[in-house]
């Protein structure tokens, strides 16, 4: 701090700061009466308090919204598994490079962030993953103080209309048993894919994710009173041979089921053959999972699907739908709604806290069902 001595007799005083965003140096100043001790003292304690007032003012008026997105991805990925860092990490990059550049974060409105999204050119999915990036990353900021208000939230993206078309998809979501049946029966048939078939009968029993499944230790299950934990995922951002059991993908997801005779005689199946692979396979790693490969590797996503497709090629009437993991799933859903299990307890069985592919299914099935009743109406 120094001080100046003005015509008319008082002082001046004057003290620096550097701006935390620009890093240049700037100055406030006060004047008094006197420039005595006490004087100094007093003049010390405004100008602190007015450097303090200029900063929080900077903190929100002068803020680019680039440092802020570094800022709370930084923050963020300290909450999310590697596997969702990885996953976000391209639409982190594209709205890095072109949201916000240049613009203070203050200056931001739900206009800016609307014609920012009606403008970009991907799929319904790709928007509502980056409108759901900018919402996080504006809390951040209203947070901090740094907004009042949200602009993102408030902006929208438009209602997806419903058409014929979209409910033709929704039975390509679950197998039909005079589909599953011929598909399993093919991939028990080779030995290069039992393991495979094992590992898809049980998601089409149990309901559970791939990476539910894979990450399954024998002592997740008792065979006495026929519960199973369902308590976390396999996470394979490093590769499978390196990967971990994390925590799962919701607290819905942490749950627990009741087994079928089946889905027991399988998980006992798999530690059998599994055992066997232990004594003779000179290959194998123990790793402590159930559904594995020959090697005791965790059964890997994409080499599951392969098979499927494969297998599914084999067959005389090949099934016309995208075969992956999770259309098991979907087909134990297909299979309650049937039998009229109500919705509340279908998803709690496959863990979902808010399954709009559930809700899907199971609207589709019941509309059947619907209809099924007004044929059997038309006999009397």
């Known amino acids: 701090m120094w001080d100046e001595q003005l015509p008319d007799g008082r002082y001046k005083f004057f003290e620096r700061y550097k701006d935390p965003y620009t890093g240049t140096w700037k100055r406030v100043a006060t004047i008094l009466t006197s420039n005595s001790s006490r004087a100094q003292k007093q003049a010390q304690k405004i100008l602190e308090r007015r450097i303090a007032e200029k900063i929080a003012q900077l903190k929100t008026s002068e803020m680019l919204f680039t440092d802020l997105f570094d800022q709370w991805w930084t923050f963020y990925q300290q909450e999310i598994k590697r596997s969702s860092i990885a996953s976000l990490s ?20 739900p206009k800016y962030v609307q014609n920012y999204l009606d403008s970009l050119d991907c799929s319904r999915n790709k928007k509502e993953r980056t409108k759901s990036m900018l919402n996080l990353a504006f809390d951040y900021a209203a947070d901090l103080d740094i907004i009042k208000d949200n602009p993102a939230r408030r902006a929208k993206l438009p209602r997806v209309k419903k058409t014929l078309e979209d409910w033709k998809k929704v039975e390509e979501k679950y197998l039909d048993e005079d589909e599953i049946k011929p598909l399993l029966k093919e991939l028990y048939r080779r030995p290069s894919t039992y393991r495979t078939a094992l590992l898809a009968e049980f998601m089409s029993l149990n309901g559970c994710r791939i990476g539910e499944a894979v990450s399954l230790e024998p002592g997740n299950r008792d065979f006495e009173t026929k519960v199973l934990q369902l308590h976390g995922t396999y996470d394979h951002t490093g590769g499978y041979r390196n990967g971990e059991k994390t925590t799962p993908k919701t607290n819905a997801s942490y749950r ?16 059998f053959i599994n055992e066997l692979e232990k004594n003779t396979n000179p290959r194998y790693r123990e790793m402590g999972y ?8 965790p059964i890997q996503t994409n080499s599951f699907n392969l098979a499927l497709k494969k297998a599914n090629e084999r067959l005389e009437k090949p099934i016309q739908k995208n075969l992956t993991s999770h259309i098991f799933r979907h087909t134990l859903v297909s299979r309650l709604a049937e039998n009229r299990v109500p919705l509340k307890a279908i998803m709690d069985r496959v863990g979902h806290a808010d399954a709009k592919t559930t ?14 009743v007004a044929e059997i109406m038309e006999n009397y």
């Open 90 to 109: 391209g639409n982190i990059k594209e709205i890095r490079e072109s949201f916000g550049l240049g613009v203070k974060v203050v200056n931001i409105d």
């Open 256 to 271: 627990e089921t009741i087994m079928t005779k089946r889905e027991m005689e399988i998980l006992e199946e798999m530690e």
């Open 290 to 297: 159930i559904f594995t490969t020959k090697n005791g590797v």
């Open 359 to 372: 809700t899907q299914i199971y609207t589709h099935i019941t509309k059947k069902l619907k209809a099924n």
